[in-house]
């Protein structure tokens, strides 16, 4: 079975940074993609960051320049640099994997919270 744990969220002032980071665990054969999305109050849930298994980023217009997704293993991490209260929201990771008993499939994390004040 595979699992995915979160952490790093938490309460910063407006200009403050923060860094995510998802941990994928259990029976992995290989990883595919990795990416973090994030859903504010009544919204619909966004793509905010995406890496490859190559290495090709991919970020929302809203994000570029601040915010950074990188890699170790099976941890991918979420830099927030710069940030501002608009990015409040509740962040998952999202890992695209291939498991050693289940075949390819898309799992997601379970969310840790970030908020940012003014």
């Known amino acids: 079975q595979v699992q995915l744990v979160e952490s790093g969220g938490g309460l910063v002032q407006a200009g403050g940074s923060l860094r995510l980071s998802c941990t994928a665990s259990?029976?992995?054969?290989?990883?595919?993609?990795m990416a973090w999305y994030r859903q504010a109050p009544e919204k619909q849930r966004e793509l905010v960051a995406g890496?490859?298994?190559?290495?090709t980023t991919n970020y929302a217009d809203s994000v570029q320049g601040r915010f950074t997704i990188s890699r170790d293993k099976n941890t991918v991490y979420l830099q927030m640099n710069s940030l501002r209260p608009e990015d409040t929201a509740v962040y998952y990771c999202?890992?695209?994997?291939?498991?050693?008993?289940?075949?390819?499939?898309?799992?997601w994390g379970q969310g840790t919270q970030v908020t940012v004040s003014s």
């Open positions: 999202n890992v695209d994997l291939t498991s050693l008993f289940e075949g390819r499939g898309n799992y």
């Open positions: 890496l490859t298994r190559g290495g």
């Open positions: 259990g029976s992995i054969f290989s990883i595919n993609n």
